[in-house]
Structure formats: C-alpha cells, structure tokens
C-alpha cells in the first residue's frame, strides 16, 4: 500500500485520543482540499500489516481510544484498508475505527468507485461491505468549499456523519478543530479542520 503518514495520537480526528493514518493517494480532485500533498499515487509501498503493528505500538504508548483512516483516499487502496482494519478488529478490539472517504454512501454501496488494484464492480461491493462491517463510523461525500461547516466533523455541508455500530454517538463528534504539533526538530504538522483553509 502507499502510506502518507501515521500520526501516533490526535483529538481532532475522531471521538477521543487516535491514530490516524494517512493514505497516499487520491483522483477525486476536489476543488480546495488542503491535504493535496496526498494525491499523487507514489512514494514508498508499505506493508497494511506493518502499519497494523505500527498503530498496535501506538495505541500501547498512549493508550488510544480509536484509529481514523484518511488521505488520499483509503477506499482507493480498499485491499490494504481491509488487511488493516482486520487485523485491528482481531488483534485491539476495544480500538474505535473510523474513516473519511470522498465518496457517497451510494458509490461505494453501488461499487462506483475506483480502487487500486483494479477490481470488478461486484468485487468492489464485497469488499466495501466487509470494510463497512469493521468500522464504527465514516464521514461521507466529496468536500465542497462553497459548503463549508462549522458545526461538526464533516468539512462540509454536503458531507455525511455515518455510525455504523452503536460505539458513539452523534454527540461524541465534536465541532471541526484543529491541532498543530510541534516535532521536536521544530517541524510542525496541522490537523483537523481548519475552516478558513491553511495559510500558503
């Protein structure tokens, strides 16, 4: 799988402290996404089962509650996000799993997205199905600047807040926030949601 990043723990991505992973990769395009340095479909390939030990070793260091999958887009390298999220299920059940995805609700039920490797239509659906299955919730929808959101997780208006297991609530997401970090080589990474967009 391509791999964008692994951040050990953050409160802005998710119900409580979480790993979040980044994948590299994405052909949706949407006009205004600040994570364009994730689109490009190159870098390094990584084993999903090492980042699956990788985010076990993090949930070890700080007691995590959940992991969040984001990119890129995850459903694009929907093969390695299954290993992972398998793994995680089997071997951390007690982890929260959650994920951003620009599609809908209906791509992805309808088996209309694109994904790496290739696969059939019914393919995609099965697979969708059993990532579905695994996870506790998903923000859905392609991000739309001209809808932009102040009140919840989802970056914009258009997008959809889905549980698919009652581990949350609609009250455990918050309003969007942002978290910078300070690297100790004063290198700094911003998450969350800044509304305004991020400075060039």
């Known amino acids: ?49 090492d ?25 694009q390298q929907a093969a390695a996000l299954l290993t992972i999220l398998c793994e995680l299920r089997r071997r951390s059940p007690k982890l929260s799993l959650g994920m951003f995805t620009g599609y809908t609700e209906r791509e992805l039920d309808q088996g209309t997205f694109f994904c790496r490797p290739e696969a059939t239509g019914t393919a995609r659906i099965r697979v969708w199905q059993t990532i579905r299955g695994r996870l506790d919730f998903a923000i859905m929808g392609r991000y739309n600047p001209a809808q932009a959101s102040r009140e919840s997780i989802c970056s ?7 549980l698919f297991s009652d581990r949350h ?31 060039a």
């Open 1 to 49: 799988m391509l791999l964008h990043a692994l951040m050990p723990a953050s409160r802005v991505n998710g119900p409580g402290l979480r790993a979040v992973v980044w994948f590299q990769g994405c052909s949706l395009g949407c006009d205004g996404c600040f994570n364009q340095r994730t689109h490009a479909f190159h870098g390094p390939e990584v084993q999903a089962e």
């Open 51 to 75: 980042v699956a030990r990788r985010i076990i070793e993090c949930g070890t260091r700080h007691d995590l509650d959940g992991v969040t999958f984001s990119g890129g887009e995850p459903m």
């Open 156 to 162: 914009s208006r258009n997008q959809v807040l889905r």
């Open 169 to 199: 609530t609609i009250d455990d997401f918050g309003p969007p926030e942002v978290e910078i970090i300070i690297a100790e080589d004063g290198r700094t990474r911003i998450t969350g949601f800044p509304v305004l967009g991020i400075p």
